[in-house]
């Protein structure tokens, strides 16, 4: 078992990474979040901070439970007090020679006995294990967007995987009041794989000239009964985030056509719509905008 006071550290405070810490924090954990770039840092700070205080406005949390948990989560711009960690996960940029170079450094640091995972979205988690000396300590743990309300979590055991590690981990992570399903280390694992129709014949209805983004999310959440639309989803996501991971499936399921990627979405990434955090996406998030958000 990991221990109910074990030190978590986090490697990325990006969306994910910020979400994460959150998550650790509520559970009474102290935490550390590690990011490359300082601005990135200010940014997790200043973004938790605010919905923090949202929670407080709309009294479903006191003053007092959030000064907790902000006091509980160190922004760190090294990973030198990685070493005092029970867990550690990494959720950086969704590139394999990254993501294998930030687990090789950080073998150099963590305890023999820290766990360290990836929330990578649909890498291989063998592939990222070849970087490590241990892998039967490192398995993938998938939270979903935004990690604090969402409550499922993809436990993903790599062929190096320990059971205890896995077991443990699972356990753990239950612990933080999330329901955690297991499947096999494939593309995607399980909800990104389901997920990409979604996604895919959305832009393909889209890009043919069908309907607008505003009227394929409006069918589908008042018809199909979706939470959120594809359009308004792959902007909270992030288009850099989604692009990549269909990406990855499409090149590891041997190209099939099912999972094609879509040209719409590579042009909004090179032009830097990211989504809501860029400002912009396929609506308008900024101030004043003339197709605004839904
Ligand atoms: P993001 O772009 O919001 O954040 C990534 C962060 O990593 C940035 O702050 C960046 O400065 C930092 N970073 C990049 N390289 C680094 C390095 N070498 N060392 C330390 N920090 C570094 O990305 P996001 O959306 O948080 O995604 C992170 C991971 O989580 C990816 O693997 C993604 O596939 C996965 N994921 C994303 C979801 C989403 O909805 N955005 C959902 C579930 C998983």
């Known amino acids: 078992m990991i221990s109910k006071d074990a030190k978590i550290g986090v490697v990325g405070a990006g969306t994910m990474g910020t979400g994460i810490a959150q998550v650790a924090a509520t559970q009474g954990h102290q935490v550390y979040l590690y990011d490359a770039y300082p601005h990135q840092l200010e940014k997790s700070r200043e973004g938790l901070e605010s919905i923090l205080a949202r929670q407080v406005e709309k009294e479903r949390m006191t003053q007092e439970e959030i000064d907790g948990i902000l006091n509980r989560i160190e922004f760190v711009d090294n990973i030198t007090s990685f070493g005092e960690c029970g867990f550690v996960i990494e959720a950086i ?3 394999l020679e990254v993501k294998k170079d930030a687990f090789a450094r950080l073998e150099g640091i963590v305890s023999k006995d820290c766990i360290l995972a990836s929330n990578t979205s649909s890498l291989s988690v063998a592939a990222i294990s070849a970087a490590l000396k241990k892998p039967e300590r490192f398995l993938g743990v998938h939270f979903f967007n935004p990690a604090p309300l969402m409550k499922l979590v993809e436990i993903i055991p790599g062929i190096a995987t320990d059971n205890q590690v896995f077991d443990k981990t699972k ?3 239950k612990g933080w009041d999330k329901i955690t399903v297991s499947g096999k280390d494939t ?5 990104n794989r389901v997920a990409r129709p979604f996604y895919g014949e959305a832009l393909r209805i889209y890009e043919e000239g069908i309907a607008d983004a505003p009227t394929i999310d409006w069918a589908m959440k008042e018809i199909g009964g979706f939470r959120m639309g594809p359009f308004e989803l792959m902007d909270l996501i ?3 985030v989604n692009y990549e991971v269909t990406s990855t499936v499409f090149e590891a399921f041997y190209y099939d056509p ?6 719409a979405q590579k ?6 719509w990211l989504g809501r955090k860029s400002g912009r996406g396929f609506y308008d998030y900024r101030e004043g905008a003339k197709n605004p958000s839904p």
């Open 93 to 95: 940029v969704e590139d």
């Open 238 to 240: 992030g288009h850099d």
């Open 187 to 191: 593309p995607g694992f399980i909800v």
């Open 267 to 272: 042009r909004m990434v090179e032009a830097g």
């Open 171 to 173: 356990a753990f992570i």
């Open 258 to 263: 099912r999972f094609k990627p879509s040209f």
